[in-house]
């Protein structure tokens, strides 16, 4: 199993304010970054993905991604009560047959 | 409709017996997975078939064996459950593209064994 870490939180916010979340890896073979939304009893569903080095906006999202430091983030900007879920973070390495791993998740509560 | 799916949605089933978890997605993918999530919340995955390669977890119980009839579909089969095979299943697929891929989930299934 590649490693992908990630804080497992709780981690808190009041209504508004801005959610950073973290992720490392450890292959460098990994090829494209996700983060992936999942609410209490839900499957995953996909936030958004990044290949380049750099940031990339989404409407309140922003993945940033840091291949040197093979670290990735994600920022929830004006976080809303409805963001409340745990995201997970997951890399995907191709050459070795198309394979996506996950880190462990990190809880987000936002407080109204 | 539903680009992934799999039956049964719940399963609760006694230590010692033998149960299959069904999946098939109609994105015309070419990859296929198997994921077992914990009550931590940790997906980890189990296979894949990746263009009718069968890759295979090397921590995953002999007991836990994946059949593909065809591309579309990867069933689950337990032999023997145990109660650390409680869990959340879930199935995925992706496919490699110009555009690079993303892997999309079934509305996963929770087994629990008593």
């Known amino acids: 199993q590649k490693e992908v870490e990630q804080n497992s939180g709780p981690l808190s916010v009041p209504e508004g304010a801005i959610a950073s979340l973290n992720c490392t890896y450890s292959?460098?073979?990994?090829?494209?970054f996700f983060w992936y939304r999942q609410y209490s009893g839900k499957s995953p569903e996909l936030i958004m993905f990044?290949?380049?080095?750099g940031d990339k906006e989404d409407g309140r999202f922003t993945a940033q991604l840091n291949k040197a430091s093979q670290y990735v983030s994600l920022l929830i900007r004006d976080s809303q009560p409805s963001d409340s879920a745990t995201y997970l973070c997951?890399?995907?390495?191709?050459?070795?047959?198309?394979?996506?791993?996950f880190g462990t998740g990190t809880s987000l509560t936002v407080i109204p | 409709d539903t680009a992934v799916s799999q039956t049964p949605k719940y399963l609760v089933t006694q230590m010692g017996n033998d149960k299959s978890i069904k999946c098939e997605q109609n994105?015309?993918?070419?990859?296929m997975y198997w994921y077992k999530q914990d009550s931590k919340k940790f997906l980890k995955i189990m296979f894949s078939?990746?263009?009718?390669?069968?890759?295979i977890n090397e921590t995953v119980p002999n007991r836990f064996s994946p059949k593909s009839p065809d591309k579309a579909h990867l069933n689950l089969h337990i032999n023997s459950l145990e109660l650390g095979d409680s869990a959340v299943y879930f199935c995925?697929?992706?496919?490699?593209?110009?555009?690079?891929?993303?892997?999309?989930f079934g509305e996963g299934s929770w087994l629990t064994v008593v």
């Open positions: 994105l015309g993918h070419d990859t």
């Open positions: 292959d460098r073979g990994s090829q494209s």
């Open positions: 078939y990746n263009n009718k390669e069968l890759i």
């Open positions: 990044i290949y380049s080095n």
């Open positions: 997951a890399v995907n390495i191709i050459d070795t047959g198309n394979q996506f791993y």
């Open positions: 995925a697929s992706s496919q490699v593209g110009r555009s690079g891929n993303t892997i999309y």
